[in-house]
T-cell receptor, first 110, second 116 residues
Framework: KQEVTQIPAALSVPEGENLVLNCSFT??????LQWFRQDPGKGLTSLLL?????REQTSGRLNASLDKSSGRSTLYIAASQPGDSATYLC?????????FGTGTRLTIIP | DAGITQSPRHKVTETGTPVTLRCHQT?????MYWYRQDPGHGLRLIHY???????DKGEVSDGYSVSRSKTEDFLLTLESATSSQTSVYFC???????????????FGEGSWLTVV
């Protein structure tokens, strides 16, 4: 059974800093990995999708990497802003289903 | 944003009553999913559909049933609601299942259900 872990569960950083969020998974037989953002009381917004054949994807200040062999993905956020405060979730896609991590709650301190 | 509409968005119901949540999509995507999100558990798959009238169970399917009579609609039914089913329910869609380039999963805004 696939298990996805995100550590730390919560993170606070001053505005302007670069930061890395971590995601690890136990079964490397995945097809895609997707990073989401969730604001309080809201749904999930897709940030980046990395296909299994790719090693990284970039969108603006966000960069996600994938290392299938080690079962790890990272989400790098450059020059953090207060608007980046949210919960970030990773999900691995395999066998017709997604398996989610429990998320990292990020707070950017102005 | 993907065209996904969930209804109702908020509902309070009594234990033992039936409840149906509706997910409507305008993207003509083949796959549709129902998840629940609870503190400490994250998002867990309840049921999913890979086509009209084609559905399968997820990891927490007990007490839930689904139906998909049209591509655009996926219904989640709690036959007899219990307090343990108080949760936030999310519908999601994708064009393909596990394979395929750029197969992004899109989520609805959620349905908050309270069973008293």
């Amino acid at each position: 059974k696939q298990e996805v872990t995100q550590i730390p569960a919560a993170l606070s950083v001053p505005e302007g800093e670069n930061l890395v969020l971590n995601c690890s998974f136990t079964d490397s037989a995945i097809y895609n990995l997707q990073w989401f953002r969730q604001d309080p009381g809201k749904g999930l917004t897709s940030l980046l999708l990395i296909q299994s054949s790719q090693r990284e994807q970039t969108s603006g200040r966000l960069n996600a990497s994938l290392d299938k062999s080690s079962g790890r993905s990272t989400l790098y956020i450059a020059a953090s802003q207060p608007g980046d405060s949210a919960t970030y979730l990773c999900a691995v896609i395999g066998n017709e289903k997604l398996t989610f991590g429990t998320g990292t709650r990020l707070t950017i301190i102005p | 944003d993907a065209g996904i509409t969930q209804s109702p968005r908020h509902k309070v119901t009594e234990t033992g009553t039936p409840v149906t949540l509706r997910c409507h999509q305008t993207e003509n995507h083949r796959y549709m999913y129902w998840y629940r999100q609870d503190p400490g558990h994250g998002l867990r798959l309840i049921h999913y559909s890979y086509g009209v009238k084609d559905t399968d169970k997820g990891e927490v399917s007990d007490g839930y049933s689904v139906s998909r009579s049209k591509t655009e609609d996926f219904l989640l039914t709690l036959e007899s609601a219990t307090s343990s089913q108080t949760s936030v329910y999310f519908c999601a869609i994708s064009e393909r299942g596990s394979t395929g380039a750029g197969n992004t999963i899109y989520f609805g805004e959620g349905s908050w259900l309270t069973v008293v």
